[in-house]
């Protein structure tokens, strides 16, 4: 397995290379107005968001490689791990209201060094062995990743428009540039990981230690430069506040509750009355609560055969990344498919992944090497999933609304994930406490039964909206399409 895995990053790093330079060749460059790359006082606006965003992301990154080894590194069983991540992604769920709404309660950036706070502490419970610490910990955890997905966007679009004056039509350029960079800091994250834990033999740990100077680096650039940056936006508020400085915070706070709830309602009206948008929400909680169970099980099942995990992680990134290349290319001018076939695509593939792993993962009868195959196909069709559902959503969801829609699409995605995970610590317990390897076998033929449900759901919303202009690529209609 570690040749296999030094193999692996390899092809799919030379893959990622030659996706990215065809890419390039066949897909024009995306229209932006001329004036994003002429303006210096926007380039500069970008570059110093990039710093403390990019470094927050980095962080987060570091602790996906080594995370259960940690815990199986304390000596804690199968079953208890699994109650973690349950903690975890509940914490998400209980903390993404309070996310939403407490960038205008708190302040824009106080959340963001909040974040910086929360993740650091967080990953400094890592360091302990009781487990009472480690649940405070996941805790933190699921506060600190609800605030790195609102926080940081918040601050960076409130500047943006309010600071600056810049046009909104610029931001999307802004945060593509992040996407770009997310993907590379993924890969090189799982690089530095195994680096510190496997290399220097610093042990599980280690990454997690080196995400607490990232973070402060990160508290830094927000404490410092975004702070000069904040007092354009701050004098610009007040000024145009008819009650003057000293009123106009107070009242944001007062109504930041009523936007937030209004926001859920509307979504909730939106997501019961329009029936794209309800199929369009069933096949994310299946696909992505499969993901989250997917990162659970991952590590018990290639660990045992002595693979260099951060390297594995890379590998997973790295397919990833391909996946997303790939759709960049498909919907080319040159291919021309529709984000639907490729939304279907990417449920077969992830069907085909765990059928694999049914078989791969037997009792008394694994086979690693498979497993890790499996695992890789899931990931490259994670990556031709993201990009698809989110030009769908963008299509089918009303703009105003998309935000509280997004809320109530997270309910069910986490609920199902949950549940996934405390079925499987139930079958573990149900063994006297030991560890199940046809728990794990008989929780992938239940994601392997959620794909073909995503997948019917995606026929379901193409069928429906058969001529629906919405639901395609212009430049790309033809009669009957999807």
Known sequence: MLVTAYLAILVLLALCVGLELAARRLTPPQPTPSAVGTNPAFRCFQALFLRGYLLALWADWLQGPYLYKLYRHYSFLESQIAILYVIGLASCVLFAPVAGWLPQVLGRRQTCLLFCVAYSACCLTKLSRDYFVLIVGRMLGGLSTSLLSTAFEAWYVHQHVNAHDFPKEWIPNTFTKAASWNHGLAVGAGLVANMLAEWLHLGPVAPFLLAVPCLGACGWVVLTDWGMEEKGGLERDNKTSLLGPSASVPLARASARARFWRSCQEGLRCLLSDRRVMLLGGVQALFESVLYIFVFLWTPVLDPHGPPLGIVFSCLMAASMAGSLLYRLATSTRYRLQPGHLLCFSMLLAFFS?????????????????????????????????????????????????????????????????????????????????????????????????????LLAVVSLFTLGRNDVDLRLEGHKGEGEI
Do not use: D
Request: hydrophobic content about 50%; glycine content about 14%; some cysteine.
């Open 354 to 454: 765990f059928f694999m792993l049914i078989f791969s993962t037997a009792p008394g009868q694994p086979r690693p090497r498979e497993s890790l195959l499996a695992f890789l196909l899931l990931e490259l069709a994670s990556g031709l999933y993201f990009p698809a559902v989110s030009f769908l959503q963008g299509r089918v969801i009303p703009e105003e609304k998309r935000a509280g829609v997004l809320a109530w699409f997270r309910l069910p995605l986490h609920l199902l994930a949950c549940l996934g995970l405390l079925a499987l610590h139930g079958e573990v317990s149900g063994t006297g406490g030991g560890e199940s390897g046809s728990g794990t076998r008989n929780m992938f033929g239940g994601c392997a039964v959620m794909m073909l449900a995503a």
